[in-house]
């Protein structure tokens, strides 16, 4: 089936196809969801910035290629790889099992706990198949944050499922959801930092089991890129040896 | 033959994506689906009704109103109705505080408004054209017959109309049935919401969308079939006599 | 006025990006209406059972999937492709199989379902005799349906194009859903930064509102052109 379709899609890919060329990667497209503030997210008048985009940008400097950032919906951030769309992802994608099968990963660049964040009047202490009964539990599509709900408290709270962070936000602030499950910088500076709310993170960070939260966040590349992994590889690791990356982790995080 | 059943069996271990699990979600999407859309073309047809024979209505204040309304709603994207009623719901001062809240809280009910308003504009003006397109000998006979304006709506004009509308609003069924696809936009996990989701944890879109597209063809197939039935039964007296 | 808490601009580029998706996927509709509908009324079983289960398949499933399984399945099958070129030949292309181009064929490739029953009933109220005096005449079979059947054609088609195309320029709005930034999710956005959704969304249902006006205008000229030498109706 899968093949009759894929042939039958040569008309559509052809006339879809807007250049055809080979590519040796002077020039690296790197695919980026945002807004995920504050790892990627434009600034009032529109330019990209964040700590993925910072790093990206500094290690492309460091391996000599020119780089470009592209930007696609969480939803489709994977196949966009895959039909080279772009020829990395940099998003705040958690290495896992499940994403090894399709995408090559390079080494973690950092690690980011998730956390449960909640209205400061929700009264509840810790995240639990007890407390979170009878719940709205939002989380954004097909990230490990929803699979871990899904799998963990599927069958005792309703979970909402949205396309962005934002549209998480926005139904927050409408009191539509009790409580969202998200990365820890995420929900530190969109909901605790936020003005018109007043939320809290409810119980520990959280960074296990692995299954789900995996080891941190990676570039994506597809599997037969091997050296063009490599290359980000050994960048990061000049990157951390001279300073630039404390540099940056500093500009969104703080000291540590 | 051993053959056969070995790759069958590996074509059924090696399967992450119709599991019970997935099976659940297509089944919750289902219900969702028919749901809205059985409760939106209900209540829909119970509004179009009444706004059908005022749109109808030959004095101007009373019939423009209506009109405006269908030429709104008819005249936008359901996407943008939605979105509108949806996020627009949660700014009204107060609305948290009220007893509607746990209502307007759930996507459900917003999106039920939604489609409700615009099937009931789309039937309006449906049923305005069946109306108005009553024979002028049946509404003679029935003055002749010295029955009021009321008792003739009621005998006359609206049985009749509601069988030339029939082939009408069987498309109209169908498109909301399409139309409901959208509810996944807004957090429902109805039967695209969990092609969706089932997409977005496998990247795998083949599957679970060709799997839904396959129950909603059943779904238009067998309102296509119910339609038809229908019109048998009730425009059996329009069939050209057999001597 | 238009600054709409800066988003005007944006927006407006938005209104720009929801008229040429439709105008394009307009026309590739015609393009395949026109095939189906032939195909439709030949003879031979093929194009006619293509053609039926074209239109059977497109009318029976809901057009945000049909979109959704083309667009990401669309992206996937480019993949299969440019993998078998890579792995079986060392070929390595690049394939951009972009929302707009994708939003494009999808829509096209719905309404050309829907246009191709249109003509087919348009084609079908040519009076035969028109046809076979045309014949009668000496002309050829291009001639007689560029002078006689299509012209005829259009005038009991166009009440249905206008239909169509109604309907496809809210089709349009679905777009916002794959990703594409048109006046929809531009709006959309906007509403969800400034939680003032009001704002934005009223204007974009106001601007399908005055696109569909202009376009009825535009029909009822059309089918005035048509109706020459056919009286008032």
Known sequence: MKKLLSVSLIGLAVAAASSAQARDYDHVRIGVDVPYVPMEYRTAEGDLTGFDIDLGNAMCEEIGVTCEWIEQEWDGIIPGLLSRNYDAVMSSMTINDERRQQVLFSEPYITMPSAWFAASDLDIDEANEETLEGLTIGVQRGTLQDNYVTDNYGSVADISRYSTADDMVLDMDAQRLDIVFLDFPIGQSTLVENEDGDYVIVGEQITEPKEYFGDGFGIAFRQRDEALAEKFNEALATLKEDGTYDEIYTRYFGEE | MPDISAWFNDLLSGNLIFTATTMGYYWTGLVTTTQLVFLSLVIGLVLAVPLAILRSSKRKWISLPVYLFTYV???????????????????????????????????????????????????????????????????????????????????????????????????????????????????????????????????TPFEPFLFVALIYLCLTFAILFFFRFLEKKLLAHLKPQTP | MLDLQGYGPRLIEGAGVTVQLAVLSLLLALVLGLFTATAKMSRHWLPHGIATVYTTLIRGVPDLVLMMLLFYGGQIGVNAISDILYYSYDIDIYINFNAFAAGVLTIGFIFGAYMGETFRGAFMAVDNGQIEAGKAYGMSGSLVFRRIRFPQMMRHALPGLSNNWMVLLKTTALVSVIGLTDMVRVAAEASRATHEPFVFLIPVAVAYLLIASVSEWIFARLQKRYDIGFGEQ
């Open chain 2, 73 to 203: 709603f008819r005249g936008t994207p359901l996407l943008v109705q939605l979105y509108i009623i949806y996020y627009g719901v949660v700014f009204f001062d107060g609305i948290q505080e009220s007893v509607f809240w746990p209502i307007f809280r759930e996507a459900f009910y917003p999106a039920l408004i939604a489609f409700t308003l615009n099937t009931a504009a789309y039937t309006t003006e449906i049923f305005r054209g069946a109306i108005k397109a009553t024979a002028k000998g049946e509404i003679e006979a029935a003055r002749a017959y010295g029955m009021s304006q009321g008792l003739m709506m009621r005998r006359i004009i609206i049985p009749s109309a509601f069988r030339r509308a029939l082939p009408a609003y069987g498309n109209e069924v169908i498109f909301m049935l399409h139309a409901s696809a959208i509810a996944s936009v807004v957090t429902l996990m109805d039967l695209t919401g969990a092609a969706r989701y089932v997409y977005s944890r496998f990247y």
